[in-house]
């Protein structure tokens, strides 16, 4: 079973990879980053914020037409990863 450092872990691996991604627009790189930064942010000692807080942001994502579709379908891996996440 994996914890929630490691799924959260991965969650910001994806998401780096989005970031790098050349044919990703600039606000969807931008909104990735958003993401990384609240997943990272030792401030929020609650992984269960983190990862509320990180979904609703990659909902809004996911909804952008200009988003590419495998962007789209790692976004909806993110989320799914990080609804598996609970303090």
Known sequence: MQSNEDRIRMVVDLLNN????PALPRNLKEACKE???????????SYSVKSA????R?????QDPTLP????????????VLE????
Do not use: F, G, N
Request: hydrophobic residues 40%; positive net charge; aromatic residues 4%.
């Open 69 to 80: 579709v495998y962007a789209r379908t790692a976004i909806w891996r993110a989320i799914s």
């Open 53 to 56: 807080s990180s979904i609703s």
């Open 18 to 21: 989005l970031v790098k991604d």
């Open 35 to 45: 993401t990384i930064d609240k997943l990272q942010d030792k401030k929020i000692t």
């Open 84 to 87: 598996q996440v609970k303090d």
């Open 58 to 62: 990659l909902e809004e994502v996911a």
